[in-house]
């Protein structure tokens, strides 16, 4: 039987930061963080993992079909290989990032990294399963020029956790480095919803592209984390749809070809009222979410370490989400509802 602890470590390692995080919050900075929004940012985190597990085999597919069709092939020199690739992937990161703002069907599901009103290392938890496909089929093109598979997933790598990094208010400002470097502050400004900050602010780690493309921006404004519009039915099932909700309405509302063309416009020219599928009351408590995380990690081990049939692990995995997302389908009077 073959184990896979790398998924299990990830997930151990970036719930741990977030520990600390809380902690020197908390003793130091004298800042709490709400158990309702994360609860959701994990719960997202969660449900993108249990589907991510199943679909990494996917990428894998994509990136090894392409190498046959690929117009050079990949450098000698191992080093200088890497090099190029950690570039050209923070390159595309920057184009996925812009086109996951820029088209309306993209940012259905990146929204979900945007919701969080709190900025905080479980912020990177809440991203979308749709995105993953997005990325791969952005990173694959890199395959046609000679960079390999295993390159482009260290590069990724790498990559993300300097991004998960970022996503803190506990850094200083590093002033003045963000005219090379990607900075808290600066994706800060990225996370605000404040009307100048919106657009901006693209790259992963390098700013050379938001500079390059006119994106990059600065200021000393207070951000506002958080969507420009207040979300009414907030668990993680919902934030999934709630956007392809009012893309799949705008073709019951306008003729075919608008609505088409809808899907790969800005956000902003959608319809600012946004359906909802259902109205139901949420509410979490600390021991319901430790216990459905308990359940996840139960059913993420089953699938990582092939212990029992995979479709058992994902119910399992399933269940301790859906009793982590605080939805309540009855409601007490005494209930504050989150």
Known sequence: MEFNFTDIIILILGLTLFGFEVLILKFV?????????????????????LTGILTINFGIYVFSSLVPFRFFEPLDNKWLAFGITFIAVDFMWYIYHRISHRISLIWAAHLIHHQSIEYNFSVNFAISPFGFFVRIFTYSILILFGITP?????ANALNAFYQYMLHSELWPEFKGWERILVTPKFHQIHHSSVHEHLDTNYGGMFT???RLFGTYYVDNKEVVYGLTKPIVQQDLFHLQILFFLRLIKNFQEFPFFKAFI?????????K???????????????LQVIFGFSLFLVGFSVISFNLLPIWL??????IGIFICSGIRFRQNSNDNIC
């Open 150 to 154: 295993e390159h482009i997933i260290l």
């Open 313 to 318: 692990g994902f119910i399992i995995g399933m």
């Open 29 to 49: 900075k004298k800042k709490t963080v709400s158990l309702p929004q994360t609860a959701l940012n994990i719960g997202l985190g969660m449900l993108e993992r």
């Open 272 to 286: 600012a009222e946004i359906p909802r599928l259902y109205n139901l009351k949420v509410q979490h408590s600390p």
């Open 262 to 270: 809808l899907l790969f416009k800005g956000p902003e020219a959608q």
């Open 208 to 210: 050379i592209w938001d």
